[in-house]
């Protein structure tokens, strides 16, 4: 289960730290993600943690503005995000991904 919080209502240029809970599965070993959806608009990705070497990523929309992070010791993932402007209006959601270990995929020319 995961469970979403620190949602609210905020002037342009503020600050918002969502967090997210989670129960029930390994945290450590899930790639955590933070994804939004605003009325009208199409699901957007907008962040992801890493579960072996923290690793981010961001969209172009939030990078410089939001920062998402994990604390395993709480089975936490948070996005810090900062600088919010009106088009950060949505539903913001947490996923926990299970990440497996890969294929090599190689085109060659």
């Known amino acids: 289960d995961l469970v979403e919080s620190g949602g609210g209502l905020v002037q342009a240029g503020g600050s918002l730290r969502l967090s997210c809970v989670a129960s029930g599965l390994p945290f450590k070993d899930y790639v955590m993600g933070w994804f939004r959806q605003a009325p009208g608009k199409e699901r957007e990705g907008i962040s992801s943690?890493?579960?072996?070497?923290?690793?981010?990523v961001y969209a172009d929309s939030v990078k410089g503005r939001f920062t998402i992070s994990r604390d395993n010791a709480k089975n936490t993932a948070y996005l810090q995000m900062n600088d919010l402007k009106p088009e950060d209006t949505a539903v913001y959601y947490c996923a926990a991904t299970l990440r497996g270990q890969g294929t090599q995929v190689t085109v060659s020319s």
């Open positions: 943690i890493n579960s072996d070497d923290d690793a981010t």
